[in-house]
């Protein structure tokens, strides 16, 4: 997941340069207890990668840079 993460990171750097930052969190490091709002998706039944823009979590189960570019550009458009 790690490897995705850094794909992504550079396919969104070509298209939004320093813009977005993307970044890998491990939650077996400090347990799911350090992140409580991963925690309470988790036994909600949402399953990894999680994926939170502007802190909020849209989209689980994949990495899909389409629907991820289509949230981002969503954002922009509403600024």
Do not use: H, N, W
């Not at 750097?13 to 400090?30: A, P």
């Not at 969503?74 to 600024?79: F, P």
Request: proline share 5%.
């Amino acid at each position: 997941m790690q490897e995705a993460t850094t794909m992504l990171a550079k396919e969104l750097s070509e298209t939004y340069g320093e813009k977005v930052e993307v970044k890998y969190v491990d939650t077996r490091e400090k347990g799911l207890r350090a992140f409580p709002l991963i925690a309470r998706l988790t036994e909600m039944g949402y399953p990894f990668p999680i994926i939170a823009i502007d802190g909020k979590p849209r989209l689980a189960g994949a990495i899909d840079v389409e629907q991820i570019r289509a949230i981002l550009d969503e954002g922009v458009a509403q600024s």
